[in-house]
């Protein structure tokens, strides 16, 4: 069953979403069989498998699959292992198997089958070993359908089905490679074997019942049999001994029945097998063993008496078996060590597990000098004298775990120098004074987890020169009492204290393990834990670190920057009570920690939410990621791992498939790889589609404006810079120097030198700003010509089409047209050199607006009458002399 479970390659998934780039996330994965709700395949069509030709494992188990379509395995020449244990298949057909040539291991265990037809089995050139355990089989020529096409078959397990008979008569041929044949739990009514039908048939069940089951064996058939099991077979004495003569080589027997009269003489007649050396017998009534029921075992080297209801054994019960190796007495009800263990000086394995041993005396073990290993596991032992193990000098492994013990003395084990393993966990333990195991000098393997917290004195381990591993529950307060193991490679501490005392483990550790490679920290529910960084500080070798139900708000960067050789990190249950969660930092110390060589990752039972695949990018080395457990969010914010999950064929992320969304409360309970990222996809493309069409719409228009509008935009910069100067010049209120501003362009230069200057300046006496005069070069213009014109009462603009091209004269204009919006006085005269239709004003639109509601001043249509023309410069120049005149400012005919 174990191998089954472990399930190494599982194809359910590969099935229902059939991209090829699916089959990393599945390579190792591990499903949850028990889980009602899971995906299940019940049927495998022609095309599912077509083109896995490489595959060569391929696990099928635990669906309900009640149908394969002919040939659907014709493309898996590789595959060696089939399972397709536990489905509901009903029939083997002939083209079932077809293509499967280099299958050795096939599992139908657990499935309905009936029948199988007679070729069904004929491509399994190869099979050599079939699980056909818990079917319907119920005719023995289907098993001869088997055989006869599979001849390097070897083991064959047939039981838990419905035959009656088996008879070796109907096999055509001897079956040379068998070696184990189970026909257990089948309603076997006979059982039949010639000769050299199974002449290497090495191990044998059977299960028969009644006085009528015919057992026909002829001598010499069984001959090869080494391991006979039968297992509650309910039949008369003489069936028994004709089974026992059957089986002349025979080394070992299970037997097990239930209360039935036969069983008097059964275990004798067992033994008078000469070759017999191992029995094994459980579920018979022994009240008490005396000498008489083992009499002729003399012989047996292993001898296992299980659940037989015992209370004891007398004294010379077992005392004849002079070549006794092994003994276990498990599940019985003795109160003691029986006495006739002493002296049994070829013993070198002793097991009374599960017994109800409450004492142990120092006579117990007397004389067995050869005891390697003594088992006293689950007995209510509550005192180990030291006196108790004096005569086990070669004693290696000791169990005495789950007994009620609640203290070790400082003496214990002061005859036990070659102990290496000593497991007692389970125990009261309370109280580990100082040199506690201070005479176990070989000890390698330590394990005294107690049922509750053990005050740990200092030194308490000292003298463990050897020690590997060891596994304890210390109080809070003696957390640090394994400071000094040099040798030690693996550290578990279950910490199962109440409150959170995190004061005292504050204070400095200086721990010095260079060897240790695994620690693993679990803390129970209500406790809490935290540590300082020293507890890590110099794990400089450390692979595996575990820690279970431990306080989230401690995951911080600095305690694992000590850890470059960490390769497994287990985050298990952590907890997370009265804390917020997001204070919890895992995903933090993982990017900050510089794990670069972490391989397995197991972040199980935790409160993750919303996984940033990104985060993996940290941790190079990582093959393998459990997140299992979880309460994930199901919607675009976890995108990136779904993608990331499936995609990347790197990490294996375990279980990936059955993880479950926790929220929101649409998605509850649904898969999360199910989860539709298409969507998050398509609602970000058309986020993108929008912000690009308005960026390629932006860029049109800009270039439109650019191409078309230009000036206006240049404009609208210098009204802007104007406005702002406007206000700031407008709250200054200052005085005026000149008469007018000027405003022309460099080309009308000459007419404003030599006709304009010399008749306003020089005749009429007006003081003038001119532009190229009056300005230093280099400075700010634009500063330069607001102040001219806001120094100036009148801002006089000579206009020619140059004019209009230059956006400085323009400018000058604008400029003075907001002196006369914004601050009600018309300031601006306009002086037409040329003739300018309004048409061609159009883009200055506001000069056009200026001139279209205001009178102006035409040199071209004064030219005959120049008096008159300067005279009315003259007038609007004058025009608004006094403050206050504000009215009619601009007068001129055109
Ligand atoms: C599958 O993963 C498990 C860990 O859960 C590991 O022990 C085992 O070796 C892996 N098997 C293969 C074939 O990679
Ligand atoms: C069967 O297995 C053998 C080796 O075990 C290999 O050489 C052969 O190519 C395999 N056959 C197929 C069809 O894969
Ligand atoms: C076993 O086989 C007999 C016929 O040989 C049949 O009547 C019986 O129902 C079968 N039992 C099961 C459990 O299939
Ligand atoms: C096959 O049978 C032999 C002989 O009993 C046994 O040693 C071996 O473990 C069996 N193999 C399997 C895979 O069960
Ligand atoms: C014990 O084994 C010896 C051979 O080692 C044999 O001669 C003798 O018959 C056996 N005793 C029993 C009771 O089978
Ligand atoms: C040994 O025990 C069996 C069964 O418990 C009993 O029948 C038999 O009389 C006992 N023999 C002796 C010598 O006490
Ligand atoms: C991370 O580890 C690598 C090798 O383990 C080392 O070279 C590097 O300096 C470390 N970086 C930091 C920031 O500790
Ligand atoms: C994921 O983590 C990276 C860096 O660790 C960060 O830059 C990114 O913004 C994170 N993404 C999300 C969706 O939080
Ligand atoms: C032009 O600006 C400079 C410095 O900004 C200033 O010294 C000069 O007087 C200004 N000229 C006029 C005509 O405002």
Same mark, same amino acid.
């Given at each position: 069953?174990?191998?089954?479970?472990?399930?190494?390659?599982?194809?359910?998934?590969?099935?229902?979403?059939?991209?090829?780039?699916?089959?990393?996330?599945l390579?190792?994965?591990?499903?949850?069989f028990?889980?009602?709700?899971?995906?299940?395949?019940?049927?495998?069509?022609q095309?599912?498998?077509?083109?896995f030709?490489?595959?060569?494992?391929? $696990?099928l188990?635990?669906? +309900?699959?009640?149908?394969?379509?002919?040939?659907?395995?014709?493309?898996?020449?590789?595959?060696?292992?089939?399972?397709?244990?536990?489905? *509901?298949?009903?029939?083997?057909?002939?083209?079932?198997?077809?293509?499967?040539?280099?299958?050795?291991?096939?599992?139908?265990?657990?499935? !309905?089958?009936i029948?199988?037809?007679?070729?069904?089995?004929?491509?399994?050139?190869?099979?050599?070993?079939?699980?056909?355990?818990?079917?319907?089989?119920?005719?023995?020529?289907d098993?001869?359908?088997?055989?006869?096409?599979?001849?390097d078959?070897?083991?064959?397990? =047939?039981?838990?089905?419905?035959?009656?008979?088996?008879e070796?008569?109907?096999f055509?041929?001897?079956?040379?490679?068998?070696?184990?044949?189970?026909?257990?739990?089948?309603?076997?009514?006979?059982?039949?074997?010639?000769?050299?039908?199974?002449?290497?048939?090495?191990?044998?069940?059977?299960?028969?019942?009644?006085?009528?089951?015919?057992?026909?064996?002829?001598?010499?058939?069984?001959?090869?049999?080494?391991?006979?099991?039968?297992?509650?077979?309910?039949?008369?004495?003489?069936?028994?001994?004709?089974?026992?003569?059957?089986?002349?080589s025979?080394?070992?027997?299970?037997l097990?029945?239930?209360?039935?009269?036969?069983?008097?003489?059964?275990?004798?007649?067992?033994?008078?097998?000469?070759?017999?050396?191992?029995?094994?017998?459980?579920?018979?009534?022994?009240?008490?063993?005396?000498?008489?029921?083992? !009499?002729?075992?003399?012989?047996?080297?292993?001898?296992?008496?299980?659940?037989?209801?015992?209370?004891?054994?007398?004294?010379?019960?077992?005392?004849?078996?002079?070549?006794?190796? +092994?003994l276990?007495?498990?599940?019985?009800?003795?109160?003691?060590?029986?006495?006739?263990?002493?002296?049994?000086?070829?013993?070198?394995?002793?097991?009374?597990?599960?017994?109800?041993?409450?004492?142990?005396?120092?006579?117990?073990?007397?004389?067995?000098?050869?005891?390697?290993?003594?088992?006293?596991?689950?007995?209510?032992?509550?005192?180990?004298?030291?006196?108790?193990?004096?005569?086990?000098?070669?004693?290696?492994?000791?169990?005495?775990?789950?007994?009620?013990?609640?203290?070790?003395?400082?003496?214990?084990?002061?005859?036990?120098? $070659?102990?290496?393993?000593?497991?007692?966990?389970?125990?009261?333990?309370?109280?580990?004074?100082?040199?506690?195991?201070?005479?176990?000098?070989?000890?390698?393997?330590?394990?005294?987890?107690?049922?509750?917290?053990?005050?740990?004195?200092?030194?308490?381990?000292?003298g463990?020169?050897?020690?590997?591993?060891?596994?304890?529950?210390?109080?809070?307060?003696? %957390?640090?009492?394994?400071?000094?193991l040099?040798?030690?490679?693996?550290?578990?501490?279950?910490?199962?204290?109440?409150?959170?005392?995190?004061?005292?483990?504050?204070?400095?550790?200086?721990?010095?393990?260079?060897?240790?490679?695994?620690?693993?920290?679990?803390?129970?529910?209500?406790a809490c834990?935290?540590?300082?960084?020293?507890?890590?500080?110099?794990l400089?070798?450390?692979?595996?670190?575990?820690?279970?139900?431990?306080?989230? +708000?401690?995951?911080?960067?600095?305690?694992?920057?000590?850890?470059? !050789?960490?390769?497994?990190?287990?985050? %298990?249950?952590?907890?997370?009570?009265?804390?917020?969660?997001?204070?919890?930092?895992?995903?933090?110390?993982?990017?900050?920690?510089?794990l670069?060589?972490?391989?397995?990752?197991?972040?199980?039972?935790?409160?993750l939410?919303?996984?940033?695949?990104? %985060?993996?990018?940290?941790?190079?080395?990582?093959?393998?990621?459990?997140?299992?457990?979880?309460?994930?969010?199901?919607?675009?914010?976890?995108?990136?791992?779904?993608?990331?999950?499936?995609?990347? *064929?790197?990490?294996?992320?375990?279980?990936?498939?059955?993880?479950?969304?926790?929220?929101?409360?649409?998605?509850?309970?649904?898969?999360?790889?199910?989860?539709?990222?298409?969507?998050?996809?398509?609602?970000?493309?058309?986020?993108?589609?929008?912000?690009?069409?308005?960026l390629?719409?932006?860029?049109?228009?800009?270039?439109?404006?650019? $191409?078309?509008?230009?000036?206006? =935009?240049?404009?609208?910069?210098?009204?802007?810079? /104007?406005?702002?100067?406007?206000?700031?010049?407008?709250?200054?209120?200052?005085?005026?120097?000149?008469?007018?501003?000027?405003?022309?362009?460099?080309?009308?230069?000459?007419?404003?030198?030599?006709?304009?200057?010399?008749?306003?300046?020089?005749?009429?006496?007006?003081?003038?700003?001119?532009h190229?005069?009056?300005?230093?070069?280099?400075?700010?213009?634009?500063?330069?010509?607001?102040?001219?014109?806001?120094?100036?009462?009148?801002?006089?603009?000579?206009?020619?089409?140059?004019?209009?091209?230059?956006?400085?004269?323009?400018?000058?204009?604008?400029?003075?047209?907001?002196?006369?919006?914004d601050?009600?006085?018309?300031?601006?005269?306009?002086?037409?050199?040329?003739?300018?239709?309004?048409?061609?004003?159009?883009?200055?639109?506001?000069?056009?607006?200026?001139?279209k509601?205001?009178?102006?001043?035409?040199?071209t249509?004064?030219?005959?009458?120049?008096?008159?023309?300067?005279?009315?410069?003259?007038?609007?120049?004058?025009?608004?002399?006094?403050?206050?005149?504000?009215?009619n400012?601009?007068?001129?005919? /055109?």
């Amino acid at each position: 069953m174990e191998r089954w479970t472990s399930s190494l390659f599982s194809l359910l998934f590969l099935l229902l979403l059939p991209r090829p780039l699916l089959f990393y996330s599945l390579k190792n994965c591990t499903i949850d069989f028990y889980d009602q709700n899971k995906i299940v395949i019940e049927r495998i069509r022609q095309t599912d498998l077509t083109g896995f030709t490489r595959l060569t494992f391929l $696990h099928l188990g635990f669906n +309900r699959i009640s149908h394969i379509d002919d040939g659907a395995f014709t493309d898996l020449s590789a595959v060696t292992d089939l399972m397709l244990g536990f489905n *509901k298949l009903t029939a083997l057909r002939d083209e079932t198997f077809k293509g499967l040539n280099n299958l050795t291991t096939l599992y139908l265990n657990v499935n !309905q089958i009936i029948s199988i037809s007679k070729f069904a089995f004929e491509p399994l050139k190869e099979l050599q070993i079939l699980y056909m355990e818990s079917n319907n089989l119920f005719q023995m020529s289907d098993i001869v359908n088997i055989v006869l096409h599979c001849p390097d078959l070897k083991n064959i397990s =047939l039981n838990h089905n419905n035959l009656t008979s088996f008879e070796s008569d109907l096999f055509p041929v001897p079956l040379l490679n068998l070696m184990k044949l189970d026909l257990d739990s089948n309603p076997l009514k006979k059982f039949s074997v010639h000769p050299n039908v199974f002449p290497n048939l090495e191990t044998l069940k059977l299960l028969g019942e009644g006085s009528d089951f015919d057992y026909s064996v002829s001598d010499g058939a069984l001959t090869s049999v080494r391991s006979l099991t039968l297992y509650e077979t309910k039949l008369p004495l003489p069936t028994y001994k004709l089974i026992f003569q059957s089986v002349d080589s025979l080394e070992n027997l299970y037997l097990s029945d239930s209360h039935l009269e036969s069983d008097k003489g059964l275990l004798e007649m067992a033994c008078e097998i000469p070759t017999l050396q191992k029995l094994d017998s459980g579920d018979y009534f022994i009240p008490i063993l005396n000498e008489s029921i083992l !009499q002729s075992c003399t012989n047996l080297t292993e001898l296992h008496l299980q659940s037989n209801s015992m209370s004891d054994l007398t004294e010379s019960s077992l005392q004849m078996l002079t070549r006794l190796t +092994r003994l276990t007495i498990h599940q019985n009800q003795l109160s003691r060590i029986p006495l006739t263990i002493r002296n049994m000086s070829t013993l070198t394995f002793l097991s009374f597990e599960d017994n109800l041993i409450t004492e142990l005396d120092c006579l117990d073990f007397t004389n067995l000098p050869s005891l390697t290993e003594l088992n006293l596991k689950s007995n209510r032992i509550s005192k180990l004298e030291t006196c108790v193990f004096q005569d086990l000098r070669n004693l290696k492994v000791l169990e005495i775990q789950e007994n009620v013990l609640t203290t070790l003395s400082d003496t214990f084990g002061s005859t036990l120098k $070659h102990l290496v393993t000593l497991k007692a966990d389970g125990n009261n333990f309370r109280w580990f004074q100082r040199g506690t195991f201070q005479n176990l000098p070989a000890l390698r393997e330590l394990n005294v987890k107690s049922v509750r917290e053990i005050i740990v004195e200092d030194g308490a381990f000292m003298g463990l020169k050897e020690i590997k591993s060891l596994t304890y529950s210390p109080s809070n307060y003696d %957390i640090g009492s394994f400071t000094s193991l040099q040798q030690l490679e693996k550290l578990a501490m279950f910490l199962t204290y109440p409150a959170c005392i995190k004061e005292q483990t504050n204070k400095e550790l200086s721990v010095n393990l260079p060897s240790l490679q695994e620690l693993s920290l679990v803390i129970e529910k209500s406790a809490c834990f935290s540590w300082t960084h020293s507890l890590l500080k110099g794990l400089s070798n450390l692979k595996t670190l575990t820690f279970e139900n431990y306080c989230c +708000r401690d995951f911080d960067e600095d305690k694992f920057i000590y850890l470059p !050789q960490l390769i497994n990190l287990h985050f %298990i249950n952590c907890d997370h009570s009265g804390l917020d969660k997001q204070s919890c930092r895992i995903f933090g110390f993982l990017v900050e920690a510089n794990l670069t060589k972490l391989e397995m990752l197991i972040l199980k039972d935790n409160v993750l939410t919303v996984i940033n695949e990104t %985060i993996f990018k940290a941790l190079p080395s990582l093959k393998y990621l459990d997140l299992s457990g979880n309460p994930f969010v199901c919607n675009c914010s976890n995108t990136g791992f779904i993608e990331w999950a499936i995609r990347n *064929k790197q990490v294996q992320v375990a279980n990936a498939f059955q993880y479950r969304c926790s929220s929101p409360s649409s998605e509850e309970g649904n898969f999360l790889l199910d989860f539709n990222v298409r969507w998050c996809w398509e609602f970000t493309g058309f986020l993108c589609f929008i912000s690009s069409s308005a960026l390629v719409l932006l860029t049109l228009l800009s270039s439109f404006i650019f $191409h078309f509008l230009r000036w206006q =935009l240049v404009y609208g910069y210098y009204l802007l810079l /104007a406005f702002l100067y406007d206000s700031k010049k407008r709250r200054q209120d200052c005085p005026h120097i000149y008469d007018a501003f000027v405003s022309y362009n460099v080309h009308d230069e000459d007419w404003v030198y030599g006709e304009l200057l010399h008749e306003l300046e020089e005749r009429q006496g007006w003081k003038l700003c001119l532009h190229h005069r009056d300005f230093i070069p280099g400075t700010a213009i634009i500063e330069n010509i607001t102040d001219a014109i806001y120094s100036s009462r009148r801002t006089l603009c000579v206009i020619s089409h140059r004019y209009l091209q230059s956006e400085w004269c323009s400018q000058e204009i604008q400029l003075a047209s907001f002196r006369l919006f914004d601050e009600h006085k018309d300031v601006l005269i306009l002086l037409f050199l040329e003739e300018i239709s309004s048409n061609q004003l159009s883009p200055f639109y506001r000069m056009r607006k200026l001139v279209k509601s205001r009178t102006y001043l035409s040199w071209t249509q004064a030219r005959s009458h120049k008096g008159l023309f300067w005279e009315k410069v003259r007038r609007a120049l004058e025009c608004g002399h006094e403050p206050g005149d504000n009215h009619n400012p601009l007068t001129a005919d /055109a």
